[in-house]
């Protein structure tokens, strides 16, 4: 229910509301979540994501926010095989979108898991014992081509899935080099 307050101000009707949001219209949750088909030649595989965004038809892209308003996200993928993470989620304006923008910024292999206590993807994350090596990322920025809607008031719901085995690709003398595979599983 809108709870609608008209005030005159200076010969002009001013309507006040919380559904009100601007010229731009209204808007709904989208959260997007993040599972992992792991790179087996691995214990831990940990990628810093520096950005995850939408892309409104109408307007411009619409970023994410990662938990606790953190500037990147850092998740163990091995710890996302049979369960998911919020990458991101957000208030975003309502409507028609044709793509999602995730941006991998490092990543690193190790041959010791994280400990159990540490979460799958956190802010900051102490990487474990037996680094392998670190992961070169020519292009970061993967665009996912697939419409949804956000209606108005509502949520919708993104599972993807980060390939880390055709992710990952040994380059020889100990170096690694990753190009993201992500696909969209799921859009609730």
């Given at each position: 229910?809108?709870?609608?307050?008209?005030?005159?101000?200076?010969?002009?009707?001013?309507?006040?509301?919380?559904?009100?949001?601007?010229?731009?219209?209204?808007?709904?949750?989208?959260?997007?979540?993040?599972?992992?088909?792991?790179?087996?030649?691995?214990?831990?595989?940990?990628?810093?994501?520096?950005?995850?965004?939408?892309?409104?038809?109408?307007?411009?892209?619409?970023?994410?926010?990662?938990?606790?308003?953190?500037?990147?996200?850092?998740?163990?993928?091995?710890?996302?095989?049979?369960?998911?993470?919020?990458?991101?989620?957000?208030?975003?304006?309502?409507?028609h979108?044709t793509?999602?923008?995730?941006?991998?910024?490092?990543?690193?292999?190790?041959?010791?898991?994280?400990?159990?206590?540490?979460?799958?993807?956190?802010?900051s994350?102490?990487?474990?014992?037996?680094?392998?090596?670190?992961?070169?990322?020519?292009?970061?920025?993967?665009?996912?081509?697939?419409?949804?809607?956000?209606?108005?008031?509502?949520?919708?719901?993104?599972?993807?899935?980060?390939?880390?085995?055709?992710?990952?690709?040994?380059?020889?003398?100990?170096?690694?080099?990753?190009?993201?595979v992500?696909?969209?599983?799921?859009?609730?």
């Amino acid at each position: 229910m809108v709870v609608r307050n008209w005030l005159p101000v200076i010969g002009v009707v001013v309507l006040l509301g919380s559904a009100c949001t601007g010229p731009s219209g209204q808007t709904g949750s989208l959260t997007i979540n993040l599972k992992d088909g792991p790179y087996a030649d691995a214990q831990a595989m940990l990628v810093t994501f520096s950005d995850v965004s939408a892309h409104h038809a109408d307007d411009e892209w619409q970023t994410l926010t990662f938990a606790g308003g953190a500037t990147t996200l850092t998740c163990d993928l091995k710890k996302l095989v049979n369960v998911f993470e919020v990458l991101g989620t957000g208030q975003l304006l309502a409507g028609h979108y044709t793509q999602i923008r995730v941006v991998a910024q490092s990543a690193a292999l190790y041959s010791s898991p994280t400990p159990a206590a540490e979460p799958a993807c956190a802010a900051s994350m102490t990487p474990p014992n037996g680094l392998i090596g670190n992961v070169e990322i020519p292009s970061g920025e993967v665009k996912l081509n697939r419409q949804f809607t956000i209606p108005e008031g509502g949520a919708t719901k993104i599972l993807l899935d980060f390939d880390g085995d055709r992710s990952v690709n040994a380059t020889g003398s100990g170096r690694f080099s990753m190009t993201p595979v992500i696909n969209i599983v799921s859009v609730e």
